[in-house]
């Protein structure tokens, strides 16, 4: 059964990343009335909200290169993986949902942590699984340790909210664990969100992958090479 239940929890994940942005944020953007509703300022998050959703075209460019030897490089932005949206005892609830619609717009499977706010948690997936978006995409750590997820949940990225100090204590623990390297997406400022309208934070949760195709191959067959670049 647990077998199972991983096999289509990772179909969902690669569906989901396989959508593309444009797609995904109808999904977001439905969902975000709902979110903005259980924040803490109804206005102000859905004018977050829309600003990170407006981006989606965005996310999905593919960038054409021209190669050296006539083959032809497509540049484009693909999830990073799996990523942690944490809430700490000081975040915002705004910034907190907007981290969370951040990752799952660029694709991403994403586990929530907010220790504090249990139902504030759970409300958010009801509202975004109601909007079309996979339900093996999301899930709840609240019950378990920090420590223990950064070690084996192979994360690539954590969003997480809260202030310099307690960020500071997160990126410390991240620091000590082993494995793959993970992202630190911050947020400190926790009236007006301003990191996240800065530019390329939606990238943070993306990486860079580039497609070459080899035109000048013997025989005329192009060859197909796809390389992760961050």
């Known amino acids: 059964m647990t077998k ?30 709902k979110l903005a509703a259980i924040s803490s300022n109804t206005e102000q998050a859905q004018r977050l ?18 190669g050296a030897t006539g083959e032809s490089n497509q540049l484009y932005l693909a999830p990073r993986g799996k990523a942690m949206i944490l ?13 969370l619609i951040a990752a799952l717009l660029a694709g991403n499977e ?9 139902q504030l948690c759970e409300d958010a997936m009801a509202a975004l699984n109601q909007s079309g978006v996979y339900a ?14 950064l070690n084996i949940s192979r994360l690539a990225v954590i ?5 310099t100090q ?16 993970t992202q630190l997406v911050a947020v400190t400022d926790l009236e007006g969100c301003s990191e996240m309208f800065q530019p390329g934070y939606l990238e ?26 961050g």
């Open 159 to 163: 969003g997480a909210v809260g202030t």
């Open 166 to 181: 307690e960020l500071m204590s997160i990126g410390k623990d991240m620091a000590e664990t082993d494995g793959i390297l």
């Open 87 to 99: 809430g700490t005892q000081s975040a915002n609830r705004i910034a907190f949902l907007g981290q």
């Open 204 to 229: 943070r949760y993306c990486t860079e992958r580039v497609k070459t195709v080899n035109t000048t191959a013997i025989g005329g067959n192009a060859s197909l090479i796809e390389l992760g670049m």
């Open 4 to 33: 199972v239940f991983k096999q289509n929890q990772a179909q969902q994940c690669q569906a989901w990343a396989q959508l593309g942005a444009v797609h995904r944020s109808i999904h977001l953007a439905e969902a975000s009335v």
């Open 110 to 118: 994403v586990f929530i942590r907010f220790p504090s706010q249990q």
């Open 136 to 149: 093996g995409v999301m899930s709840i750590t609240n019950d378990s340790e920090l420590t223990t997820l």
């Open 49 to 66: 909200f829309n600003y990170l959703l407006a981006q989606a075209e965005r996310l999905d460019q593919i960038i054409n290169l021209e």
